[in-house]
């Protein structure tokens, strides 16, 4: 702010910012005490709808570097050759807390990234994990109304939680990963990313590849036992958020690797498990991950409300050369993000100063509405015009995806290994004995909570189709802690 003296919101100097005007000394306030409404007023409004999932969040920009010629796969300009620098911005968070609550808890981590492209930007809107615990968009308000405060009580329930799991049990791999030892990162720095969804990538020849992204931290892995993070989360509820900042402040940038997973277009109809169902991942044994670049974290925001508040990131911003695939997830997603700015935000959002294109602009029509700023001028706002205004290109920005059959409600199309427990059980293999130790004492901790033993039970009896001894050790701890 520039020097001066302190003026009301239209910029006339204050007088007095300590005494309210009053009718003579000791009486009523009056009225016309200006400066006294507009602060008063002002400060009513200062809060916006805070996101309905993954309200707690921290974020920082960066630079994306291209460290791999990628162009056989992608006709993406920021991704067109080996060195090629973009700004991005990073949002972290966790899923279920309210905007305050603690960042040490046992949840995903949310990974949303903006880059600044010079064709638009392209936000890829992840998790810190491969998966998730559904697989169509019209179970998830039910999912996280498990998550979040009871209507009854106000509180999270364990009971809705895993009465949710139970009946899902397709969750079944990602809770298997969530009550692991990744399932409390120690800070948004020692943490992987993951964009999670399949997306399709088109190269200049039309060839269309679908990929899956990989954020390696190059901080290593560090994540907290459920005993450390109680601790931290009474004693320091901002410790991720105060961590980057730190972080970055030291000058200490944080960076990822970044890699992808590559198929051809014509792997997926034949591949063992559906590659648009995100409850799997590819293994690395079919689909290694290739290097493609690097993210660094190396400015903080100045102002957390405009910056980090108001940033808005959605799925559906796609930019040539890559859009989505047939997931059904992501399908819901497509809808779900834009909506929910234009309720939180409002309908200019993406006119903001973080949420705006920075490596080009946005020449669009769709203007006016709450709190537009004019920036188009006097410029037509329709089109085809014959006054020089901006023209369609008639290119897509991805490729077109063949269907067939009637509408319906399908399931998600099975292959010829899928199966909801498949890929948990093999994850719990997977896991060093000291591991697989943690994750049932952090499983039954919370199961033996439930009001009910059917709701215990068919929650088991998941984990138990996944690997018979994840089972049994689950249902002895359990009962033990049960009585
Ligand atoms: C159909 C399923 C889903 C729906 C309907 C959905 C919906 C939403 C909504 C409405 C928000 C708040 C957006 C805002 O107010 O700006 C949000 C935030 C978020 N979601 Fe989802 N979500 C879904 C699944 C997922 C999945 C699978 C992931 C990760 C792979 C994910 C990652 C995130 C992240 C990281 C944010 C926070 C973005 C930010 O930092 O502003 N969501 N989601």
Do not use: C
Not at 160 to 178: C, I, M, R, Y
Not at 220 to 230: F, H, M, R, V
Not at 270 to 276: D, H, I, Q, S
Not at 372 to 389: Q, T
């Amino acid at each position: 702010m520039t020097q001066g003296p302190l003026t009301t919101e239209a910029g006339a100097p204050v007088a007095d910012n300590q005494n309210s005007e009053t009718a003579g000394v000791g009486g009523p306030v009056l009225v016309q005490d200006q400066l006294l409404l507009e602060k008063l007023a002002h400060f009513n409004r200062e809060r916006i709808p805070e996101r309905v999932v993954h309200a707690r969040g921290a974020g920082a920009y960066g630079t994306f570097t291209v460290t791999a010629d990628v162009t056989p796969y992608t006709r993406a300009a920021f991704l067109s050759e080996a060195g090629k620098e973009t700004e991005v911005f990073l949002r972290f968070s966790t899923v279920a807390g309210n905007l305050g609550a603690a960042d040490a808890v046992r949840d995903p981590r949310g990974f949303a990234l903006k880059f600044y492209t010079e064709e638009g930007n392209y936000d890829l809107v992840g998790n810190n994990t491969p998966v998730f615990f559904i697989r169509d968009a019209i179970k998830f308000p039910d999912f996280i109304h498990t998550q979040k405060r009871d209507p009854y009580t106000g509180s999270t329930e364990a009971d809705n939680v895993w009465d949710f799991w139970g009946l899902s049990p397709e969750s079944t791999h990602q809770v298997t990963w969530l009550f692991g030892d990744r399932g409390i990162p120690a800070s948004y720095r020692h943490m992987d990313g993951f964009g999670s969804h399949t997306y399709q990538w088109n190269n200049e020849a039309g060839e269309v590849f679908w990929v899956k992204y990989h954020f390696k931290t190059d901080q290593g892995i560090k994540n907290l036992t459920q005993a450390e993070a109680d601790r931290i989360a009474g004693a320091d509820p901002d410790s991720h958020q105060r961590d980057l900042r730190e972080a970055i402040e030291r000058g200490e940038f944080p960076s990822w690797t970044v890699g992808v997973q590559i198929m051809p277009a014509a792997d997926a109809a034949t591949y063992r498990f559906n590659p648009f169902d995100l409850t799997k991942v590819w293994p690395h044994a079919d689909y290694p991950v290739v290097e493609i670049g690097k993210l660094e974290l190396n400015r903080n925001p100045q102002n957390i409300f405009a910056e980090v508040e108001q940033s808005v990131f959605s799925p559906a911003h796609f930019v040539p050369g890559i859009g989505p695939s047939p997931d059904k997830m992501l399908q819901g997603r497509l809808f779900a993000y834009g909506d929910a700015h234009r309720y939180r935000v409002g309908i200019n959002a993406d006119h903001l100063p973080v949420n705006r294109p920075h490596a080009t602009e946005a020449r669009t029509n769709s203007r006016d509405g709450f709190l537009y700023d004019g920036r188009h001028g006097g410029a037509k706002n329709y089109e085809p015009n014959s006054f020089g205004g901006p023209r369609q290109t008639g290119r897509a920005l991805w490729q077109p995806v063949s269907v067939a059959g009637a509408t319906g409600d399908h399931p998600t199309p099975v292959h010829a290994e899928d199966d909801d427990f498949v890929q948990a059980g093999n994850l719990y293999r997977l896991m060093a004995e000291d591991e697989k130790e943690r994750l049932v004492a952090n499983l039954a901790g919370f199961i033996a909570k439930v009001s009910k033993d059917e709701i215990a039970e068919r929650a088991i009896g998941n984990f138990g189709r996944a690997d018979a001894d994840f089972g049994k050790r689950l249902e002895a701890a359990v009962r033990e802690l049960r009585g």
